[in-house]
């Protein structure tokens, strides 16, 4: 009877010391996740130039580290949103190219003159690609390689760069 009342009373113990435990005031320091949220808003990318060919379409883009932290590393994106039939809605295309000309450690205030080309492969003939609103996606690290520290944003191009406007399905394309 007498082990009986030692295990309750260790099972009280145990189950007020997770419970106190549980009702901690410890805090965690999260200030970094908000301050790179908050920078996300401040990488650009401007559309340079779109040049359509027989082979494919090429882009010219300028990515802009606006923020106040160094971007590290980053991968830029282009790709077609998949549209249903009636082109009524969009997805996200998962098949994307990326951007050439990429640089480590994009300092505040300073820009990177990027290249993309889409082989005509990869869009003709595929009625359910949106290529005339192509999308970006950027996937970077602020400040240092870190799980903590990465970011993404994916996007159409006019949404980065409201000047832009495809010259794709115009005639006067050669």
């Not at 010391?17 to 790179?36: A, P, V």
């Not at 998949?82 to 050439?100: H, L």
């Not at 820009?111 to 359910?128: A, R």
Request: net charge negative.
């Amino acid at each position: 009877m007498k082990d009986i009342k030692k295990i309750h009373i260790l099972i009280a113990l145990i189950s007020l010391q997770l419970i106190l435990t549980g009702c901690s005031s410890i805090s965690y320091d999260n200030s970094n996740e908000i301050s790179y949220q908050d920078s996300i808003k401040d990488i650009k990318i401007e559309i340079i130039n779109e040049n359509i060919m027989p082979s494919g379409i090429g882009y010219s883009l300028k990515l802009i580290n606006e923020s106040e932290h160094v971007i590290v590393q980053n991968s830029v994106y282009v790709s077609f949103p998949i549209t249903n039939a009636d082109r009524s809605q969009s997805n996200m295309n998962k098949c994307k190219v990326e951007a050439s000309g990429n640089k480590l450690f994009l300092s505040p205030g300073e820009s990177v003159i990027l290249n993309v080309f889409v082989q005509s492969e990869n869009y003709e003939g595929n009625n359910f690609l949106r290529i005339e609103d192509p999308q970006i996606q950027i996937i970077g690290y602020f400040n240092e390689l870190s799980d903590n520290n990465r970011f993404g944003i994916w996007s159409s191009f006019s949404l980065f760069d409201s000047n832009f406007k495809s010259s794709w399905g115009k005639d006067n394309i050669d």
